[in-house]
C-alpha cells in the first residue's frame, strides 16, 4: 500500500467537492494540453501572448474550484461566469495562435474540442444551479425571441 504525504493510502487521498466536477476535470486536462503546446514555442517569442493565454486557460479550472468552496449559489454562479468569461479569452487566444501559425491546425481542432465541450458544462452546471431547464443557457435568459 502507497502512502501519501500524510501518511494516507491513495486511495484514501481526500477529495474536494470540486475535484468531483466533470467540468473542472476537463479544465484541468484542457489547461495541460494548451500549457503543453505553449512549451514548444521559443523562448522570448510572443511573451506577452503566452501569458495571457497561461493564465486565461489556469484560470478556468481555477474559478471553478473557488466558486465551489462558496457558501451562496449567487457566489457560486458568479465564479462559473467569469470561469466562463476565462474559457471564451482562452478560444481567442488560441484562435490568434493558429492563425499565427503557432498552432497547427490538428492541435487548434483538439483544443477547440475541448473548449466546446467545457462551454456545454459550464452552461449545463450553471443552469442546474439555477433551477432552469435543460437546454435553456443562462446566456439566452432575458433574450427577446
Known amino acids: 500500500m502507497v502512502r501519501g504525504e500524510r501518511g494516507f493510502a491513495q486511495s484514501e487521498r481526500y477529495i474536494f467537492p470540486f475535484e468531483r466536477l466533470e467540468v473542472w476535470q476537463e479544465s484541468i486536462e484542457l489547461a495541460d ?9 521559443p523562448p522570448n517569442r510572443h ?21 465551489k468552496g462558496r457558501q451562496h449559489t449567487k457566489e457560486f454562479l458568479q465564479y462559473l461566469s467569469i470561469a466562463q468569461g ?7 487566444s488560441t484562435e490568434v495562435f493558429r492563425r499565427n501559425k503557432l498552432f497547427d491546425e490538428v492541435e ?7 473548449t466546446e465541450q467545457i462551454d ?11 433551477g432552469k ?13
Open 120 to 130: 456545454r458544462k459550464l452552461n449545463g452546471l450553471m443552469n442546474s444551479v439555477r
Open 108 to 114: 487548434y481542432v483538439k483544443v477547440r474540442g475541448k
Open 33 to 41: 494540453v494548451v500549457l503543453g503546446l505553449l512549451e514548444r514555442i
Open 86 to 92: 476565462s474559457l471564451y479569452e482562452t478560444v481567442t
Open 47 to 67: 511573451l506577452r501572448m503566452v501569458s495571457q493565454l497561461e493564465g486565461a486557460v489556469t484560470s478556468i479550472a481555477q474559478n471553478i474550484a473557488e466558486g
Open 133 to 145: 431547464k435543460r437546454g435553456e443557457r443562462v446566456s439566452d435568459l432575458g433574450r427577446k425571441q
